[in-house]
């Protein structure tokens, strides 16, 4: 049952986070070892176990087949929605919504899979977090 209307956003915002499914994960996480410390440490990361979401400025977001890019909405700052689709309803209201049911916090909202995703909770990225994370998806 789908519970909200989407529709293909028009003018996508820049990306400010990726969302990658446990099958690119690894492959991300292969490229971003390629990154520098101090480029690492530009960037956050929220994981579970089908879902890698990573954020940080665009230039350091890698670029792979099958990821959704994804950024927070200009009228709704702690709602984060995929570039190129939204909710047909006012960001205003899901956002209030979703801050009535969950507190307010930073949130990535999904249409596929439908997902809400809190994002306060993101970990700065390091080597060491890096190698973790590769191990837990083995």
Known sequence: ???????????????????????????????LQTLAADELS???????????????????LPWLDGVQYCAPHPQARDLWLPTHTGPALSCDLVQAALARRLGTQAL???????????????AYLSADLLLWLLQELE
Do not use: C, F
């Open 42 to 60: 530009h960037l956050s990361v929220v994981a579970s176990r089908d879902l890698l979401v990573l954020m940080g400025p665009p230039e350091l």
């Open 1 to 31: 049952m789908t519970v909200l209307e989407w529709r293909a956003n028009e003018h996508a915002p820049s990306p400010a986070g990726l969302i990658a499914s446990a099958g690119i994960a690894r492959q991300l996480l292969h490229k």
């Open 108 to 122: 990535l909202l999904l249409n596929e899979p439908e997902q809400i995703i809190p994002l306060a909770d993101a």
